[in-house]
């Protein structure tokens, strides 16, 4: 038996305005834009995705099932400018068959620069999961799958079940990442581990003519999930939910695709569904995966070079998380939430230099006509922040 386990992320980030260094406006995020970027999303994937991920798992009598993280930024979002998509995740809370998993609140980096505040920011998202969902999360991702042993031990003392990261070559060498393993020094904590090359046949192949193996279909693809029987337990497909609708437009065939892969999957009688808690649950873990270095499911490094590969991705990152204990100990919650926004690591992704003229993944939904526009950008809202904290401290 071989347990496929799909896990959907789901997040927009509240991007920022042109603000300039004379500006001294303190509404940073250009909502009208927002609007129009959540409302498109929800219009091409959640809507329709939601949909289609409930029909499934009525038809199937509860044999489908998956796990999301949504995000608290793109959970606001809704709450302003889409309650109608709020309301189909909730539709899909309440049949029983979708787990919602933790993550910090604001899709931020703020393992790497402030542990207080990742354990704040983690406790807010599982605290919103709760109150929406009535779940309380078991597991947890950490924000783009970043991941190294210290995560993991941080993660355990949290109190969660198990974490999600990236099944990267260089990590597990000769190891599949078909079987659950366990962190070292972490009694209890688990690791599922991203079946890259399945998941991107999906999220970034699915529509290339070009690829050797297009068209995707469900006998296909469950020919290839089959070959895990023997050498594995679980299918994790991670991926973002975009996937479905704005990544892979209608068009290149990605709802009939999902919607024929349970029945195509389920009648061989040797696969099923399972969401991250069930996978460990049932499946013991199988050796320990040490991880010492930061790892992620970006790009084809699989490390933190989208965020942190250039002076100003650095400098920008210092900077902010350099303000933490002035702009807490203001209380104002405003202010705090302003610079809790700027930590969502969409900011650092738009200053990524890495073919940049090449016109890649790095430009998708990218308001700044370069990395350096959005750096400039940045620290004049940073700037900004700091003047407002000084009034406060004055």
Request: hydrophobic share 35%.
């Amino acid at each position: 038996m071989a347990s496929v386990v799909f896990y959907f992320q789901v997040h927009q980030p509240f991007r920022l305005r042109r603000y300039t260094i004379f500006d001294s406006d303190p509404n940073y995020f250009d909502d009208a834009q927002n609007e129009k970027i959540c409302r498109k999303v929800v219009n091409k994937c959640y809507l329709p995705t939601n949909k289609l991920i409930k029909d499934l798992i009525d038809r199937h009598k509860g044999q489908f099932r998956v796990s999301y993280s949504l995000t608290g930024t793109v959970i606001e979002q809704f709450k302003r400018w889409a309650p109608d998509a709020l309301e189909s995740f909730l539709d899909l809370a309440r049949t029983g068959c979708v787990e919602f998993i933790a993550e910090t609140y604001y899709h931020s980096l703020a393992f790497l620069y402030d542990r207080r505040e990742f354990i704040t920011q983690t406790r807010m998202h599982s605290d919103l999961m709760e109150e929406l969902f009535g779940q309380r999360p078991r597991i947890f991702r950490n924000t783009e799958l970043t991941y190294n042993n210290d995560v993991a031990k941080v993660v355990e003392d949290m109190g969660f079940d198990a974490i999600l990261t990236e099944g990267a070559d260089h990590v597990l060498g000769y190891r599949s990442p078909n079987f659950i393993y366990n962190p070292p020094n972490c009694a209890n904590l688990r690791i599922l581990l991203k079946n890259y090359r399945l998941s991107d046949d999906i999220a970034f192949r699915f529509g290339n003519r070009d690829w050797p193996e297009w068209p995707l279909t469900t006998d296909k693809f469950v020919r290839w999930v089959d070959q895990i029987n023997g050498n594995g337990y679980v299918c994790n497909l991670f991926m973002d939910y975009e996937t479905f609708g704005e990544h892979q437009w209608e068009d290149t065939g990605i709802f009939e695709f999902l919607r024929a892969l349970p029945q195509s999957l389920l009648e061989t009688g040797k696969n099923d569904f399972l969401t991250v808690s069930q996978a460990i649950d049932r499946y013991p873990p199988v050796g320990e995966i040490d991880v010492p270095h930061m790892i992620s499911w970006a790009d084809t490094e699989r490390d933190l070079s989208a965020w942190l590969g250039n002076s100003m991705q650095a400098n920008a990152l210092h900077d902010l998380y350099a303000l933490a204990e002035d702009v807490l100990s203001t209380g104002d919650e405003t202010l705090i939430a302003d610079w809790r926004k700027l930590q969502t690591s969409d900011h650092f992704y738009y200053m990524c230099t890495k073919w940049f003229a090449d016109g890649d993944v790095h430009k998708y939904f990218n308001p700044y006509e370069s990395p350096y526009d959005a750096y400039i950008n940045y620290m004049n809202i940073l700037d900004n922040i700091r003047s407002r904290t000084k009034i406060h401290t004055a």
